[in-house]
């Protein structure tokens, strides 16, 4: 008996939970850094020094483990359109997380797995049940809960938090597929390099380009530092686990920063934002649920 992609055993389930428990601790490092370096650069050049930072982490820490030599450029075309999907979902992201609370771009992000879900049929081979188009209606619901549109519309905050959460899905997608043919250490480097020239052009292109100040550069470490292992964690879940399994542990960053939110930036706890957080969560766990007993149930070969 062989496993395919999707028989994932509890073993496996629980490294890719542990690895997503790191992410969860850089994510929530790397919003707080990005607060606090938003009065002095725009997002673009967070994300020309972040990828710079990275590039110097990623050759050093490639080195020392003797896995440089596994960089290779046959997949470019993939790695581009990866990090494009990824580079947009930052920006947007860093942008979000400095107008709107905290607690509500997090529950935003949350739809992540929905258009993971979504787009894994196409891009992944994975089959679009019932119960992923199920997951994906109440997740819009809880959306609808967390921005509460009025007559005017919608904020740019929570548009901006929503369309992170595409470029998110986007990104995960093309990793997922990414980790059938590179390595680790391949899609890092490409991330830094690729994000770095990006940023660098989108930065620059108004011929004003910030340079960080004593006081920002130590958070600017940090971001460098979060967001390499950020994705070192996530490249690591998503290498043994299938995308839908994966994404949805990440939900456990709302009361993370619901409560960082609250003690450092004042931000109360909002009913609205948990409740729709909520939903979206429930949609995304019955519908694991229900693919997990499907897999336990169904004969094998």
């Not at 395919?4 to 890719?16: E, I, L, V, Y």
């Not at 967070?46 to 820490?61: K, N, P, Q």
């Not at 290498?239 to 920063?257: E, K, M, N």
Request: charged share 10%; net charge positive.
């Amino acid at each position: 008996m062989t496993l395919s992609a999707t028989d994932t055993p509890a073993p496996q389930t629980m490294r890719a939970a542990l690895w997503m428990t790191g992410a969860i601790v850089s994510f929530t490092s790397m919003a707080v850094a990005g607060r606090a370096v938003s009065i002095e650069l725009d997002t673009f050049e967070l994300m020309m020094y972040r990828s710079f930072i990275g590039i110097v982490l990623v050759v050093a820490v490639a080195r020392l483990a003797g896995t440089l030599n596994q960089v290779r450029a046959r997949r470019m075309g993939l790695h581009v359109v990866r990090n494009v999907f990824h580079f947009s979902g930052q920006n947007l992201w860093f942008y979000a997380i400095t107008v709107i609370p905290l607690a509500q771009v997090f529950a935003l992000e949350f739809t992540s797995p929905i258009w993971v879900a979504l787009a894994a049929p196409l891009l992944l081979g994975e089959r679009l049940t019932r119960m992923r188009m199920l997951a994906a209606l109440i997740g819009f619901v809880g959306v609808l809960v967390v921005a509460r549109p009025n007559v005017d519309g919608i904020g740019v905050g929570q548009i901006a938090a929503a369309g992170a959460a595409i470029g998110f899905a986007g990104s995960a997608v093309f990793t997922k597929v990414l980790t059938r043919t590179e390595t680790i250490t391949c899609i890092l480097f490409w991330l830094t390099v690729i994000q770095a020239v990006f940023g660098l052009v989108c930065a620059g292109w108004d011929g004003d380009l910030a340079l960080p100040s004593p006081a920002t550069a130590p958070w600017l470490v940090l971001i460098g530092c979060a967001g390499l292992a950020a994705h070192f964690c996530l490249t690591s879940a998503l290498s043994i686990a299938p995308a839908t399994l994966v994404i949805p542990f990440d939900f456990l960053r709302l009361p993370v920063i619901a409560t960082i939110g609250m003690m450092f930036y004042g931000e109360p706890f909002d009913g609205y934002v948990l409740l729709g957080a909520a939903l979206i969560f429930g949609a995304n766990y019955v519908n694991i649920w229900v693919e997990n007993r499907a897999r336990r149930t169904a004969p094998v070969a």
